[in-house]
């Protein structure tokens, strides 16, 4: 598949990354010195603007089946995907979008009442995505991860193992988790493995399990302290667009919400618009206001300025002051494993919450991947089996290593298997594999 990027920004770096191996890959940007992070990479590179027509010609857009416009600027995004649509009309256009004004008021996207031609065929917005993250989140407390299957039947969620952890220093095969679910990831110093029986756990892996719905409650209210609290007061340190959109949804919530912005304009927008929510004007990075505010005793802490190093000082600021909970913005996504070492809950990525939208919905829709896992390393597939296939136990399959199936779905059923659990024909299968072994998956039963 050829794919053509307009924006040498981190996120075209990082969705030129996640491609170039098995597709060719064309970056456009009006910068001649690229970033020493795309030099590495196997790519074509043309100087010029993505809605140039002659640049486009040089970016052989003709023979493209992607366009991926995700400059800086919205406007910028939007000139180019439609200049390329004009060119090709077939082509497959992406466009990142922050601002929802433009969405609604020129109808680009595919379906809207008003356009007999469809502009662009996949909106990104990557703010709404980190907002949807952490919304999901908060109201999964004690998770740093948290995706469903199924349906909802089923789902995935990752912890980090803790002091107080009780299975902190225990076996696997003894800490008797409840029935139907299973651990079937660990990663341990930015390494993912698939544990056994014997794996013992230790302070600071995060553990990935999956499970029935259901019984993953009673895992999380058995084994991970305040997993059973509820959610009652959550203080967002950032009030521009995504901490504004996460007070929305948590207003739907009651949940006692505070929002503590700077920008005095955007103060009153928000209190306005969020009666129920406590608007502080000030910075984040005041102790005195943390600690006034009792911060500190919020059950979570948000921390989503467009600045990292703000959002770092203000997470440990409110960690000092007894946050159990912070949720860190990072915009910089080289970023993410700097800030957990230094102790920070959970830190989020907008691009890549983008990246894993357009892998999955886009560019590999076909493919069965469900999700990725831990910033790539591990990756959620979907195996239908075919009527070919003959009854096998799961212990008989033989599967490839770093691998294991998590869930089976059949017809209205949902069946988290164990060694003597028999595959049928038309079985749904959920797996979770290391990335660098999905491949070796698929090929496993691409003739079952």
């Given at each position: 598949m050829n794919i053509v990027i307009y924006g040498a920004n981190d996120t075209g770096n990082l969705i030129a990354t996640e491609f170039f191996e098995d597709h060719d890959i064309?970056?456009?940007?009006?910068?001649?010195?690229?970033?020493?992070?795309?030099?590495?990479?196997?790519?074509?590179f043309v100087f010029g603007s993505g809605s140039n027509i002659d640049t486009l010609k040089k970016a052989q857009i003709e023979d493209a089946d992607i366009f991926i416009s995700c400059t800086d600027s919205d406007e910028t995004n939007i000139i180019s995907c439609i200049s390329v649509k004009n060119i090709v009309s077939d082509i497959k256009t992406v466009c990142f979008i922050s601002n929802?004004?433009?969405?609604?008021?020129?109808?680009?996207?595919?379906?809207?009442?008003?356009?007999?031609?469809?502009?662009?065929?996949?909106?990104?917005?990557?703010?709404?995505?980190?907002?949807?993250?952490?919304?999901r989140l908060i109201t999964t407390p004690e998770a740093i991860n948290f995706e469903s299957f199924a349906f909802g039947k089923a789902a995935l969620i990752e912890y980090r193992i803790k002091e107080n952890s009780i299975i902190l220093n225990k076996k696997v095969k003894d800490c008797h988790f409840p029935s139907s679910t299973l651990i079937v990831g660990i990663t341990r110093d930015n390494k993912l493995f698939i544990p056994n029986g014997e794996t013992i756990l230790k302070l600071n892996d995060k553990v990935i399990f999956m499970g029935i719905s259901h019984n993953l409650d009673l895992l999380a209210a058995k084994f991970f302290i305040g997993s059973n609290k509820k959610i009652e007061t959550v203080t967002?340190?950032?009030?521009?667009?995504?901490?504004?959109?996460?007070?929305?949804?948590?207003?739907?919530?009651?949940?006692?919400?505070k929002i503590i912005e700077r920008d005095y304009k955007q103060c009153e927008f928000i209190s306005t618009n969020l009666p129920q929510t406590l608007v502080l004007?000030?910075?984040?990075k005041d102790v005195e206001l943390l600690k006034n505010e009792d911060i500190g005793d919020s059950d979570v802490v948000v921390c989503v300025t467009n600045n990292d190093e703000k959002n770092l000082l203000c997470s440990l600021l409110v960690k000092q002051l007894g946050a159990q909970k912070v949720i860190t913005r990072v915009s910089e996504a080289t970023n993410i494993v700097l800030f957990e070492k230094v102790g920070i809950d959970v830190a989020v990525s907008p691009k890549f919450a983008a990246i894993n939208e357009i892998k999955h919905t886009i560019v590999d829709p076909d493919k069965g991947i469900l999700t990725t896992v831990e910033q790539g390393l591990?990756?959620?597939?979907?195996?239908?089996?075919?009527?070919?296939?003959?009854?096998?136990l799961v212990m008989n399959l033989k599967m490839p290593q770093n691998s294991l199936?998590?869930?089976?779905?059949?017809?209205?059923t949902i069946i988290i298997p164990m060694g003597n659990t028999l595959l049928e024909a038309f079985d749904k299968l959920i797996i979770f594999t290391t990335s660098d072994n999905a491949q070796n998956v698929k090929d496993f039963f691409k003739d079952d």
């Open positions: 064309t970056v456009i940007d009006n910068q001649e010195n690229l970033k020493d992070d795309f030099n590495r990479l196997d790519i074509n929802e004004d433009y969405i609604e008021s020129l109808n680009l996207m595919k379906g809207c009442e008003f356009n007999e031609k469809v502009l662009i065929d996949h909106v990104i917005r990557p703010e709404n995505l980190l907002t949807q993250q952490i919304f967002i340190i950032g009030g521009g667009r995504v901490g504004f959109m996460l007070g929305q949804n948590l207003e739907e919530l009651n949940i006692r919400t004007n000030g910075d984040g591990g990756e959620i597939l979907q195996v239908n089996l075919s009527k070919k296939f003959q009854d096998t199936i998590a869930v089976i779905e059949r017809k209205n």
